[in-house]
C-alpha cells in the first residue's frame, strides 16, 4: 500500500496549491479519503474527507470556503485544492484512506504547506 502526496510548497498569503495523493495498493474506491494536517507543535487535525464514490465531502469549518476536495477513481488520486491560503495554514499536509467497516487505515508521508505573510 502507498499513498504518495505532491504538491505542497512555499506560497504567498492569499496564494492556491493543489495537493495530490497518489494511492496503490488497495480497493481505491472502496475507501473514503481524507487530508489531515499537523502544524509545529499542534496535533494533527482533519482537513477534509470525501467519499469513495465521491458524492459526499466533509470539511473543517475554518476551511470550508476556501478548500475543495475531489478524487479521480479512475486515477487513484484525491486532491485538495486550497484558495485563499493564510499563514496560519502552514502545516504538514497528510493523506489518509480508511474504510472504516473493515477497520483499515493507512496514511501517506505527508507534503509541506508552506504560507508566507
Known amino acids: 500500500v502507498q499513498l504518495v502526496e505532491s504538491g505542497g510548497g512555499l506560497v504567498q498569503a492569499g496564494g492556491s496549491l493543489r495537493l495530490s495523493c497518489a494511492a496503490s495498493g488497495f480497493t481505491f474506491s472502496s475507501y473514503s479519503m481524507s487530508w489531515y494536517r499537523q502544524a509545529p507543535g499542534k496535533e494533527r487535525e482533519f482537513v477534509a474527507s470525501i467519499s469513495g464514490t465521491g458524492r459526499s465531502a466533509n470539511y473543517i469549518d475554518s476551511m470550508k470556503d476556501r478548500v475543495t476536495i475531489s478524487r479521480d477513481n479512475g486515477k487513484n488520486t484525491v486532491y485538495l485544492q486550497m484558495n485563499s491560503l493564510k499563514p496560519e495554514d502552514t502545516a504538514v499536509y497528510y493523506c489518509?484512506?480508511?474504510?472504516?467497516?473493515?477497520?483499515?487505515?493507512?496514511w501517506g508521508q505527508g507534503t509541506q504547506v508552506t504560507v508566507s505573510s
Open positions: 489518509n484512506a480508511a474504510w472504516v467497516v473493515v477497520g483499515r487505515s493507512y
